[in-house]
Nanobody
Framework: VQLQASGGGLVQAGDSLRLSCAASGRTFSSFAMGWFRQAPGKEREFVAAISWSGRSTIYADSVKGRFTVSRGNAKNTLYLQMNSLKPEDTAVYYC?????????????????WGQGTQVTVSS
């Protein structure tokens, strides 16, 4: 089982990026998926999550209104559209697959993790 995150890069404040996460080895279409991030010297934090159907989403307050999480038609691909990026969004972003079909912000509710993709936002 593998989750492969991609799409990170170096951008300026106010720019946009779209992260992708492709799952392989099993299907996650019945499970919630989410994005977390970890900045240097800080603990990993929740960013966004989406239910198995894609109809339910939750966001951290710090990204609400700027980031949008979505799933591909086959439900095995996860996306994070990030707009109006800020320097404080700089972090390694990780995608994760949940243990159930319901959205959750808690990392212990996720059983599979991708390797992370670096997002750097300059001021």
């Amino acid at each position: 089982v593998q989750l492969q995150a991609s799409g990170g890069g170096l951008v300026q404040a106010g720019d946009s990026l779209r992260l992708s996460c492709a799952a392989s080895g099993r299907t996650f279409s019945s499970f919630a998926m989410g994005w977390f991030r970890q900045a240097p010297g800080k603990e990993r934090e929740f960013v966004a999550a989406i239910s198995w159907s894609g109809r339910s989403t939750i966001y951290a307050d710090s990204v609400k209104g700027r980031f949008t999480v979505s799933r591909g038609n086959a439900k095995n691909t996860l996306y994070l559209q990030m707009n109006s990026l800020k320097p404080e969004d700089t972090a390694v972003y990780y995608c994760a697959a949940g243990r159930s079909s319901y959205t959750t912000q808690y990392s212990h509710d996720y059983s599979y993790w991708g390797q992370g993709t670096q997002v750097t936002v300059s001021s």
